[in-house]
């Protein structure tokens, strides 16, 4: 079983800058691509962004571009999403995802991912 285990939330105030990292553990775990999710109350869980293991490309929401940078350490199987110039629309519950099968064709669709972290809260004070 995979686990993924997401760290570096909290609170901060607008403008201010936060990293989340996710790590991916258990048995042999070889991922096609990881990455971030967000939630806020009262809306659906909307892609963040995601990195693929072949080539390192990455994909951003258009919300994000510009201020989130996701990368990752292959040897961890860990990435880490640097968010800058946070807003308090940034305020949400940020949850990591991973595929370790196939190819990761759509990475906006959360089915596209069979791997689910718990979530870490991070919320922005205007």
């Known amino acids: 079983q995979v686990q993924l285990v997401e760290s570096g939330g909290g609170l901060v105030q607008a403008g201010g800058s936060l990293r989340l990292s996710c790590a991916a553990s258990g048995r042999t775990f070889s991922s096609v691509a990881m990455g971030w999710f967000r939630q806020a109350p009262g809306k659906e869980r909307e892609f963040v962004a995601t990195?693929?293991?072949?080539?390192?490309?990455?994909a951003y929401a258009d919300s994000v571009k510009g201020r989130f940078t996701l990368s990752r350490d292959g040897a961890k199987n860990t990435v880490y999403l640097q968010m800058n110039s946070l807003k308090p629309e940034d305020t949400a519950v940020y949850y990591c995802a991973a595929v370790d099968r196939g190819r990761l064709w759509y990475p906006a669709r959360l089915t596209s991912y069979n791997y689910w972290g718990q979530g870490t809260q991070v919320t922005v004070s205007s």
């Open positions: 990195i693929w293991w072949s080539d390192d490309s990455t």
